[in-house]
């Protein structure tokens, strides 16, 4: 069976942020970076569970919730100076796209208007 897209893109996207994370100084170590990579795997967590169940609905929409609190974290960390703005705007077109592809995952789910 071929992976969604979405799972694919997420996974990569967490193979990318958590070595970046881990090397952030130690004072933000355990309040930023942990933050980061525990909102980023509640995401894909969300995915997984939105993919096993019979109404997914709901799931997509805490997912979509996620996306916008990693969205900001990861603000703050630019902000704060602890990714460069080369890595910053990696990590934007990455979770840009996840966040497409999951407007269109809820996008398909919509009821059709009987005609």
Known sequence: MKQSPIFTRTYDLLRWLIPVTIKFPRKQRFVLAEAVQRTALAWQEQLIEAAYSPAP???????????????????????????????????????????????????????????
């Open 57 to 115: 609905q709901q799931k997509l929409r805490e997912a979509d919730v996620t996306l916008t609190k990693l969205r900001t974290y990861l603000r703050l960390c630019n902000d704060l100076g602890l990714l460069t703005s080369g890595q910053y705007a990696h990590v934007s077109r990455m979770v840009d796209e996840v966040g497409r592809l999951l407007g269109g995952w809820m996008e398909s789910l919509k009821e059709k208007p009987r005609l």
